[in-house]
């Protein structure tokens, strides 16, 4: 089984409305990092977050990262409906990566 | 719940052999994904597969990997001659259709020495 869970499975926003996404995760980690799902392509790298780092900013998407309570964020800010795609959040240990089961935003124009 | 599997959990293999990477995805998906990641470095997409043929491939796709969906159940990532630089875990994910969530497997871990 995959150890990132994200939740919620799936997100309905209004365009200019700001998304959060969760993922908690069960063992220790090195970095966790947020990917965004495209179509045929497959997933593209949005944010790396190391485990001695608290958060993150790149453009509109903020993460965070709380170790004690083995969660972390995803913020994407005055959304679009560009935004909608699956997102998913990837831990990696000392010599492993897991995948969550990833959440799908949907942005309504 | 189904869920995508992958075999081995770890390859280790000499540099310069032949491996062949196992995923089976769940039963109704009709696309198939292959991607890999070195330790420490983001995940990289390699080639989405459907109706038999492949989609859509990246640069690092290139003439030493091929994939094939042998029979009705197993997709398949073949390297051949591998180099030390191919040691990196392997995913394969599968969707039901090209937007859906895709969903992951457990990862290959190879190692080449």
């Known amino acids: 089984s995959q150890q990132g869970e994200e939740d919620p499975q799936a997100l309905s926003i209004q365009e200019g409305e700001n998304a959060t996404m969760n993922c908690s995760y069960k063992t220790s980690i090195n970095n966790l990092q947020w990917y965004r799902q495209n179509s045929g392509r497959g997933l593209v790298h949005l944010i790396l977050i190391r485990s001695n780092e608290r958060e993150k900013h790149s453009g509109r998407l903020r993460v965070t990262l709380d170790t004690s309570k083995k969660s972390s964020s995803l913020l994407i800010t005055a959304s679009r409906a560009a935004d909608t795609a699956s997102y998913f959040c990837a831990t990696e240990s000392i010599n492993d990566m897991r995948f969550g089961a990833g959440t799908r935003l949907t942005v309504k124009p | 719940e189904p869920e995508v599997t992958q075999t081995p959990s770890h390859q280790v293999t000499q540099m310069g052999q032949e491996v062949i990477l196992r995923c089976v995805p769940i039963?109704?998906?009709?696309?198939f994904y292959w991607y890999r990641q070195i330790l420490g470095q983001k995940v990289e997409f390699l080639v989405s597969f459907y109706n038999n043929e492949i989609s859509e491939k990246s640069e690092i796709f290139d003439d030493q990997f091929s994939v094939e969906r042998p029979d009705g159940s197993n997709f398949t990532l073949k390297i051949r001659s591998t180099k030390l630089e191919d040691s990196a875990m392997y995913f394969c994910a599968s969707s039901e259709a090209w937007t859906d969530t895709q969903y992951f497997g457990p990862g290959t871990r190879l190692t080449v020495l």
């Open positions: 039963s109704n998906h009709l696309y």
